[in-house]
């Protein structure tokens, strides 16, 4: 699988490396901007934010949504309509899949959009985004979304950061890995 596709197709932890590393050769790294989208008041759609704070901690200087100021259904259109126009987007969220996907993500050179799974009318952002398959589909998506592993959640996010942190070899991102 090209993982710089159009169409994203399930994958492993693994294949976040080749994404990154791909992404790294693709574009400058001086204006890649994370847009991680959801809340910290849900577990499922906590992904985004937890995304955002691994990265800030990682330091990564461009990262819009985190625990602290998460970019939710309330600031999404405020945070897209600040972003500098020659920005490079990776948008990063949580989503609900089939039941053999979750764990997984979907990785794509192109836009997600955001709150898909729960109805929410929202533009598509991104230049290149990450999906990550928080749990499996179900006719409720909001209690899904609510009972969805905390566990879960935190592996998946520690997981894109430490693959972003790998391969897009920022100086202050190398610094951070070797002070840990």
């Not at 993982?3 to 574009?27: H, I, N, W």
């Not at 230049?127 to 998506?141: M, Q, T």
């Not at 609510?146 to 790998?166: E, K, N, P």
């Amino acid at each position: 699988m090209n993982p710089l596709s159009s169409r994203p197709a399930a994958v492993d932890a693994v294949e976040l490396a080749t994404f990154f590393a791909g992404l790294a050769s693709k574009c400058d790294l001086a204006d890649l901007t994370f847009v991680c989208i959801g809340t910290d008041r849900s577990t499922g759609d906590s992904l985004g934010p937890w995304v955002g704070t691994l990265l800030e901690e990682r330091g990564f200087p461009r990262v819009v949504g985190t625990l602290r100021e998460p970019c939710d259904a309330d600031r999404l259109a405020e945070a897209v309509a600040a972003l500098p126009p020659e920005a490079t987007i990776v948008a990063v969220d949580a989503c609900l899949g089939r039941p053999e996907n979750v764990g997984r993500y979907l990785l794509s050179e192109g836009p997600l959009v955001p709150a898909r799974s729960v109805g929410r009318p929202f533009p598509a952002i991104g230049d290149y985004s990450i999906a990550a398959v928080v749990n499996a589909v179900s006719p409720k998506p909001y209690w899904t979304l609510q009972t969805t592993s905390l566990y879960r959640v935190m592996g998946m996010a520690r997981q894109i950061a430490d693959a972003a942190a790998a391969y897009l070899c920022l100086p202050d991102v190398i610094r951070y890995n070797k002070e840990t």
